[in-house]
């Protein structure tokens, strides 16, 4: 009998466990990351007058609530006929988007990651780009780094002032209503972010030569860490196909940067996008219908973005996005390790689009909700910090909501992490059914990279146990291990 | 945050464990929002397993245990049950902990009809088999989403979705300097 197991995975936040299939030579032969927590929001939400629905569903997720009190405004727009937003609903929309995205890539990078890639590489830790477990987090980055830390902090508080200006609150506000926004940015606000705004740009201009320089240092390790061939996925903007985060079209393409979806109206994504269930976890694994549940999967998230925009329509994070490109040749970047990388090009993308935004006095505009003609139906996309987010609803005349289907991020990338962690495993388990504290640290940074947030993949949040189990052809469990602080149980 | 070694090294440094059970992760991002005072906080205390750092499991006795989120699962009432046990004081922190929050709006219909709502009528949904997840890995969902009051006694409670960060910063350092917390009234959320 044997079994590998790993329990917890902490800073990838939600449940999660792991267990690795062997074939009958003993060769891995498939992965598989548990998703173990359900909520049930797509039922508890039938019933709700439509307008609730952006403040409830926000409870998703709080490291990225914007994403999906947006998703669902965008939604009831459509619904109240307003999707035609006044320039200073869509702007404070905007705003509100990019400071999240800031937030939650600051968070990622310098609260999870940065940790990896600054004390993992120094030649003390277990397995390459895996930190000592005693420095894995932002704490011991300022410790050591204080400089870093000190502005990680700070970038990530600066996003949350931008989502607090434009929302109420930092975790949890209520600024957009079907039709446009509840209120204008005061020009208090507006002088307070204007402050710091050169500043969050020099720092975050700092973020991505870190990750430049960690996955420059390290080409050779990071170009099969995890490593596949993926098809990617997102919006991009319609007219001219720039990166762009609030509202555009769906386009897909595959590892070589064929085009596989082009220009495809967010409201029409069931043509192209369906999910399967699979017994073992309660995410599901979507896919692109040309090419079938085999084929079809593909990445989201900054790599994807990267790799599906034609380019970034900001000049600092334009030049970055080019750098970027020159390493793989102007080929789509198939490297989980890239993520970081292409994470902290958004960071400073993001940055600038907060810093233009706020010399624009259409924030400052009295003119805040349209409507129109009703709708019965409505879908609202838009792109989370972690890549595309679906929401979808039909409401009723007596303006409940009667379906609800969410596709979240991380779910997108359910089979991409699930790529990720048979690589590792591969490359780590030669044949022997024995989980050492190398495979440990592999899947956890194999995952983290691609910044699950797995309470919204769940509809729930919550910490990460990693359990790792090894099994046989036979189904019987080769190995197992709970990682924890000190023991590692068998 | 320290290692386990610097721990021991002083052992009259209070210790502090989060968790988030069926939360959405806004309350530790609360947390989070005390933004540098967290570099100050880091200073007089340690802190034990949290999803923040990377400690997994109990290594030893914790002043102060912070539940996020109620409990939805078999799994969660586990880990609650540990706080209860390796914790001196326990706080609720948050709706979700202290009445069940948002989650909690799925007691009133089937757990059954929640899960065919995802995988079985959900638009777009490729299922054949019409399987639902049923993995012996999963751990058992709760008929209905519990407050953590109803499974361990719990000593706070700190009220908001989430609770603004001043508010948890109040009660984080009234309990280490062993007074009693005064949230202003501006920091009582109910939302
Ligand atoms: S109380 Fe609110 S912020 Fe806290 S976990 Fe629950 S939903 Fe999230
Ligand atoms: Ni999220």
Same mark, same amino acid.
């Given at each position: 009998?044997? %079994?590998?197991?790993?329990?917890?995975?902490?800073?990838?936040?939600?449940?999660?466990?792991?267990?690795?299939?062997?074939?009958?030579?003993?060769?891995?032969?498939?992965?598989?990351?548990?998703?173990?927590?359900?909520?049930?929001?797509?039922?508890?939400?039938?019933?709700?007058?439509?307008?609730?629905?952006?403040?409830?569903?926000?409870?998703?997720?709080?490291?990225?609530?914007?994403?999906?009190?947006?998703?669902?405004?965008?939604?009831?727009?459509?619904?109240?006929?307003?999707?035609?937003?006044?320039?200073?609903?869509?702007?404070?929309?905007?705003?509100?988007?990019?400071?999240?995205?800031?937030?939650?890539?600051?968070?990622?990078?310098?609260?999870?990651?940065?940790?990896?890639?600054?004390?993992?590489?120094?030649?003390?830790?277990?397995?390459?780009?895996?930190?000592?477990?005693?420095?894995?987090?932002?704490?011991?980055?300022? %410790?050591?780094? #204080?400089?870093?830390?000190?502005?990680?902090?700070?970038?990530?508080?600066?996003?949350?002032?931008?989502?607090?200006?434009?929302?109420?609150?930092?975790?949890?506000?209520?600024?957009?209503?079907?039709?446009?926004?509840?209120?204008?940015?005061?020009?208090?606000?507006?002088?307070?972010?204007?402050?710091?705004?050169?500043?969050?740009?020099?720092?975050?201009?700092?973020?991505?030569?870190?990750?430049?320089?960690?996955?420059?240092?390290?080409?050779?390790?990071?170009?099969?860490?995890?490593?596949?061939?993926?098809?990617?996925?997102?919006?991009?903007?319609?007219?001219?196909?720039?990166?762009?985060?609030?509202?555009?079209?769906?386009?897909?393409?595959?590892?070589?940067?064929?085009?596989?979806?082009?220009?495809?109206?967010?409201?029409?994504?069931?043509?192209?996008?369906?999910?399967?269930?699979?017994?073992?976890?309660?995410?599901?694994?979507?896919?692109?219908?040309?090419?079938?549940?085999?084929?079809?999967?593909?990445? +989201?998230?900054?790599?994807?973005?990267? $790799?599906?925009?034609?380019? +970034?329509?900001?000049?600092?994070?334009?030049?970055?996005?080019?750098?970027?490109?020159?390493?793989?040749?102007?080929?789509?970047?198939?490297?989980?390790?890239?993520?970081?990388?292409?994470?902290?090009?958004?960071?400073?993308?993001?940055?600038?689009?907060?810093?233009?935004?706020?010399?624009?006095?259409?924030?400052?505009?009295?003119?805040?909700?349209?409507?129109?003609?009703?709708?019965?139906?409505?879908?609202?996309?838009?792109?989370? #910090?972690?890549?595309?987010?679906?929401?979808?609803?039909? +409401?009723?005349? $007596?303006?409940?909501?009667?379906?609800?289907?969410?596709?979240?991020?991380?779910?997108?990338?359910?089979?991409?992490? $699930?790529?990720?962690?048979?690589?590792?495993?591969?490359?780590?388990?030669? %044949?022997?059914?024995?989980?050492?504290?190398?495979?440990?640290?592999?899947?956890?940074?194999?995952?983290?990279?691609?910044?699950?947030?797995?309470?919204?993949?769940?509809?729930?949040?919550?910490?990460?146990?990693?359990?790792?189990?090894?099994?046989?052809?036979?189904?019987?469990?080769?190995?197992?291990?709970?990682?924890?602080?000190?023991?590692?149980?068998? | 945050?320290?290692?386990?070694?610097?721990?021991?090294?002083?052992?009259?440094?209070?210790?502090?464990?989060?968790?988030?059970?069926?939360?959405?992760?806004?309350?530790?991002?609360?947390?989070?929002?005390?933004?540098?005072?967290?570099?100050?906080?880091?200073?007089?205390?340690?802190?034990?397993?949290?999803?923040?750092?990377?400690? %997994?499991?109990?290594?030893?006795?914790?002043?102060?245990?912070?539940?996020?989120?109620?409990?939805?699962?078999?799994?969660?009432?586990?880990?609650?049950?540990?706080?209860?046990?390796?914790?001196?004081?326990?706080?609720?922190?948050?709706?979700?902990?202290?009445?069940?929050?948002?989650?909690?709006?799925? $007691?009133?219909?089937?757990?059954?009809?929640?899960?065919?709502?995802?995988?079985?009528?959900?638009?777009?949904?490729?299922?054949?088999?019409?399987?639902?997840?049923?993995?012996?890995?999963?751990?058992?969902?709760?008929?209905?989403?519990?407050?953590?009051?109803?499974?361990?006694?719990?000593?706070?409670?700190?009220?908001?979705?989430?609770?603004?960060?001043?508010?948890?910063?109040?009660?984080?350092?009234?309990?280490?300097?062993?007074?009693?917390?005064?949230?202003?009234?501006?920091?009582?959320?109910?939302?």
């Amino acid at each position: 009998m044997k %079994k590998i197991t790993i329990d917890p995975l902490t800073r990838v936040e939600g449940h999660g466990k792991v267990t690795i299939h062997l074939d009958d030579a003993g060769d891995v032969k498939e992965a598989r990351l548990h998703i173990i927590e359900f909520r049930g929001f797509e039922r508890f939400i039938l019933g709700r007058p439509f307008w609730e629905v952006p403040v409830i569903v926000q409870r998703l997720c709080g490291i990225c609530p914007v994403s999906h009190h947006l998703a669902a405004a965008k939604a009831m727009d459509r619904i109240v006929g307003g999707e035609q937003l006044t320039p200073t609903a869509e702007k404070m929309r905007r705003l509100m988007h990019y400071g999240q995205i800031f937030q939650s890539h600051a968070l990622h990078f310098f609260h999870l990651s940065s940790p990896d890639l600054l004390f993992g590489t120094d030649g003390s830790a277990a397995s390459a780009f895996a930190a000592p477990r005693e420095q894995r987090h932002v704490l011991a980055v300022a %410790k050591s780094f #204080p400089e870093l830390g000190r502005q990680g902090i700070l970038m990530r508080k600066f996003g949350q002032e931008v989502i607090q200006a434009t929302a109420g609150k930092k975790i949890h506000g209520t600024g957009a209503i079907p039709g446009g926004v509840n209120r204008n940015l005061s020009v208090e606000a507006r002088d307070h972010l204007r402050k710091d705004a050169d500043q969050m740009i020099r720092w975050s201009k700092k973020a991505v030569a870190v990750a430049r320089d960690f996955t420059m240092d390290h080409l050779l390790e990071i170009a099969t860490f995890g490593a596949f061939d993926s098809n990617h996925l997102s919006l991009v903007r319609p007219r001219d196909g720039a990166l762009e985060l609030y509202d555009g079209v769906l386009r897909a393409i595959d590892k070589d940067g064929k085009t596989l979806v082009d220009g495809l109206e967010d409201q029409r994504y069931l043509e192209a996008l369906s999910e399967e269930v699979r017994p073992w976890t309660y995410m599901k694994f979507p896919f692109l219908k040309t090419l079938g549940p085999q084929h079809g999967w593909y990445r +989201v998230g900054p790599l994807a973005r990267l $790799n599906t925009c034609r380019f +970034v329509p900001s000049p600092e994070a334009e030049a970055a996005r080019i750098e970027f490109q020159a390493v793989t040749h102007q080929k789509p970047n198939n490297v989980t390790m890239a993520y970081h990388w292409a994470r902290m090009i958004e960071l400073l993308h993001a940055g600038e689009v907060i810093r233009d935004l706020l010399d624009d006095a259409d924030l400052q505009g009295e003119d805040l909700v349209t409507q129109g003609p009703r709708r019965e139906e409505a879908v609202g996309i838009i792109e989370a #910090p972690r890549g595309t987010l679906i929401h979808h609803y039909r +409401v009723d005349r $007596n303006d409940q909501v009667t379906m609800c289907n969410l596709i979240v991020s991380t779910t997108h990338n359910n089979e991409p992490m $699930n790529q990720a962690i048979m690589r590792v495993a591969q490359d780590t388990l030669a %044949k022997k059914p024995e989980i050492t504290e190398g495979l440990l640290n592999g899947i956890e940074v194999a995952v983290r990279a691609y910044d699950p947030c797995l309470s919204c993949a769940t509809h729930a949040m919550g910490k990460m146990p990693l359990q790792v189990q090894v099994v046989d052809a036979h189904g019987a469990v080769a190995a197992e291990r709970i990682r924890s602080h000190e023991l590692d149980a068998p | 945050m320290t290692s386990s070694q610097e721990a021991t090294n002083h052992p009259e440094k209070p210790r502090i464990a989060t968790v988030s059970l069926a939360g959405c992760f806004g309350c530790h991002m609360s947390i989070l929002d005390i933004d540098e005072r967290i570099l100050a906080l880091a200073e007089i205390v340690d802190f034990a397993r949290s999803p923040i750092n990377d400690y %997994k499991t109990f290594d030893g006795r914790c002043t102060v245990g912070i539940i996020e989120g109620g409990c939805c699962n078999e799994e969660n009432v586990h880990v609650l049950e540990d706080f209860r046990k390796n914790c001196d004081v326990l706080v609720s922190l948050g709706d979700c902990a202290i009445n069940g929050g948002i989650p909690a709006m799925r $007691n009133n219909i089937p757990l059954r009809e929640c899960l065919e709502e995802a995988y079985l009528k959900s638009p777009g949904v490729y299922n054949p088999s019409g399987t639902i997840p049923n993995d012996e890995e999963l751990p058992l969902l709760l008929n209905r989403v519990y407050p953590c009051n109803e499974v361990v006694k719990i000593d706070h409670f700190i009220p908001g979705c989430p609770p603004p960060a001043d508010a948890i910063f109040e009660v984080l350092s009234a309990l280490l300097a062993g007074r009693t917390p005064a949230i202003a009234y501006g920091d009582l959320k109910y939302d």
